[in-house]
């Protein structure tokens, strides 16, 4: 018996964190067993090649790196976790919640590319972790759509409050501005929930809005989950 798997996907500054978090408290309110993943395992050793790339290391410019060797920095980190820390939960019948996950590759590391090569690069993506790295994918996963100014000025509001410095994709504009076009090519190409997280007024929608819609929308898609 395979287990359900939920994925929270968004550009930073989306909310996603907030989001995820909002409905692991919820379903832990209604006694609902489940695994809660965040990727990347910063603190893990699978994550020292994706670790030196986002510190700069092989270049100061998302860039520097192509799409596919740095889609494999990501992928060798959740190998090694589906390996050590949630492949037997999952084959056990588990509810597994991640915060990230191949879908992140998509949105980052597709953008990389010219838009007509971006297909091909989904299709890639989804061959080499699914089926050659035996990765199970995703039952449903949500994506959380935010307007790049909008997330520009949550990231800086985030480091202000947390006196925290932003990754070399965090600080890039441009580059969050491309990840939220080629995120928007994804969703369509792998048919992801799309949560719009503004009004038509443009307006950062009320986080419990939010949450309610996410709810909503695993309601009706996953009707096996427990609880819910």
Same mark, same amino acid.
Not at 152 to 157: D, P
């Given at each position: 018996m395979k287990g359900t798997l939920i994925v929270f996907e968004g550009t930073d500054g989306s909310g996603k964190s907030t989001q995820f978090k909002l409905l692991c408290d919820r379903l832990q309110s209604q006694k609902t067993q489940f695994r809660r993943l965040v990727f990347p395992q910063y603190s893990e050793p699978s994550s020292a090649l994706l670790r030196m790339y986002l510190g700069g290391e092989f270049?100061? $410019?998302?860039?520097?790196?192509? @799409?596919?060797? @740095?889609?494999?920095?990501?992928? &060798?980190?959740?190998?090694?976790?589906?390996?050590? &820390?949630?492949?037997?939960?999952?084959? @056990?019948?588990?509810?597994?919640?991640?915060?990230?996950?191949?879908?992140?590759?998509?949105? $980052?590391?597709?953008?990389?590319l010219p838009d007509a090569e971006q297909? @091909?690069?989904?299709?890639?993506?989804?061959?080499?972790?699914?089926?050659?790295?035996?990765?199970?994918?995703?039952?449903?996963?949500?994506?959380?759509?935010?307007?790049?100014?909008?997330? &520009?000025?949550?990231?800086?509001?985030?480091e202000a409050a947390t006196h925290t410095k932003a990754d070399i994709h965090e600080v890039d504009t441009e580059y969050l501005a491309l990840c939220r076009r080629t995120a928007l090519r994804a969703a369509e190409h792998y048919s992801w929930q799309r949560i719009a997280c503004v009004d038509e007024q443009g307006e950062i929608r009320p986080i419990e809005d939010i949450h309610q819609e996410i709810w909503d929308v695993l309601t009706n898609s996953i009707s096996a989950l427990p609880s819910l």
């Open positions: 270049g100061s $410019h998302p860039s520097d790196v192509n @799409a596919y060797a @740095a889609s494999t920095f990501y992928a &060798v980190d959740r190998y090694a976790a589906w390996k050590k &820390v949630w492949g037997s939960d999952y084959e @056990a019948g588990e509810l597994i919640l991640s915060d990230r996950y191949t879908t992140s590759n998509a949105v $980052h590391q597709g953008g990389k297909p @091909a690069f989904f299709d890639w993506l989804s061959d080499f972790e699914y089926c050659k790295l035996g990765l199970p994918q995703p039952d449903v996963v949500i994506y959380l759509d935010m307007p790049t100014e909008k997330s &520009v000025q949550l990231l800086r509001s985030r």
